[in-house]
């Protein structure tokens, strides 16, 4: 498709337990960012990405969220022990040059039981 | 540090009013103001951007320096504007700035028929 792609599109998970998610963005789009949506939150600034080099990881909540980048395409963003407050849903957006308008996913809304 | 503040939290009118979508930000760089909107299970998107200087579904916004702001406006509501909009602030164009965004917390706005 056209569309940044995430997946999956909804997970269900024990607290406690590791996740990955995962975010395809639009083909040739060098920079890719990472955000949170969650309720009273709105949404947060998660770590951004030129290519296969994040310069901020400001957003990072803690050491148990990291994210990588391969290939100057697909990222992963892995959640260790998590904690009912990682709750949310996890948007990834893409653009051409960092200056360039952001394109959605549809996001991935996990769930921490 | 920069924020972007969206006063109200839900907004109603009645089909063919006008609206406006308040949105105040505080950054002391040279701001880049966007207005994303999401309808109803789809995802974010762009609607406007205020270099661009367009209207887009007959919506317009203005950036004002002087108030620190960027209100959305249009002039006769339609029932299809019924959504989530947000407001969001860029890092600042040029240099090495990127397109990192910070969000407002959102607006819900309900158009009647």
């Known amino acids: 498709g056209a569309g940044v792609s995430q997946s999956p599109s909804n997970k269900v998970t024990e607290k406690g337990k590791d996740v990955e998610l995962r975010c395809d963005p639009i083909?040739?789009?060098?920079?890719l960012y990472w955000y949170r949506q969650s309720l009273g939150q709105g949404l947060e600034f998660l770590i951004y990405f030129q290519g296969n080099s994040a310069p901020d990881k400001s957003g990072l909540p803690s050491d148990r969220f990291s994210a990588e980048r391969t290939g100057g395409s697909v990222s992963t963003l892995t959640i260790q022990r998590t904690q009912q407050e990682d709750s949310a849903v996890y948007l990834c957006?893409?653009?051409?040059?960092?200056?360039?308008?952001?394109?959605f996913g549809d996001g991935t809304r996990l769930s921490i039981l | 540090a920069q924020r972007v503040t969206q006063p109200e939290k839900l907004l109603s009118v009645f089909k063919g009013a006008p609206v406006e979508l308040k949105c105040n930000y505080s950054?002391?760089?040279?701001?880049?103001l966007f207005w994303y909107v999401q309808y109803s299970r789809q995802r974010l998107q762009l609607l406007l951007r205020?270099?661009s200087r367009e209207s887009i579904k007959g919506f317009t916004a203005d950036l004002n320096k002087g108030e620190t702001s960027f209100h959305l406006k249009k002039p006769f509501a339609q029932e299809e504007d019924s959504a989530m909009y947000y407001c969001a602030l860029g890092a600042g164009a040029g240099g090495t700035s990127y397109g990192k965004l910070t969000f407002g917390q959102g607006t819900i706005l309900t158009v009647h028929p």
């Open positions: 950054y002391s760089g040279s701001p880049e």
């Open positions: 957006a893409s653009s051409g040059r960092g200056d360039q308008p952001q394109h």
């Open positions: 205020h270099i």
């Open positions: 083909s040739g789009h060098t920079a």
